[in-house]
């Protein structure tokens, strides 16, 4: 019996990990100036529907829209979560930015977390829990290869 009681708190204390990175970019986007949460109708039945159909491979999703013409600071976005990001992006022009993280949640899901500013528009936070997987299948397939290559070319 205490094996299943530590089995359980062990997968709850790694539950509540995984949204922690989540809660504290919404909170460091949130405290910027200027910047304030959208209100998103429906996105927990959306998310509910997701969770039990697993559309495309994508296992759960969390999503945060702020508006605002506040500029967020890319270093203490950085703080808000203890990984190194995947792709870090910042366009000096328009002051863009995009930063992804990804780790693995178990032998076959990975949690993306992305941040999206765009200082004349919205800034989004989104986690996504996706089947590793699936993605590989998706990245590697020439059919999604191809389209991209020739409007790559077109441009």
Known sequence: ?????????????????????????????????GMHRIWTPGISLVRFGVRIVHPAGVHDFQIAVFEGDGNIDLKRVMRGTPETPMVRTHDNRTGE????????????LIEMLLVAHDPNDQTVVLRAVIDGEMLAREISDPRHVAPALSRRGAD
């Open 97 to 108: 930015t995009a930063v992804i993280w990804a780790r693995p949640l178990s032998t076959d």
């Open 1 to 33: 019996m205490s094996k299943r009681v530590a089995f359980a708190f062990v997968f709850t204390f790694a539950a509540v990990s995984a949204h922690a990175d989540f809660n504290a970019l919404v909170s460091v986007v949130s405290s910027t100036r």
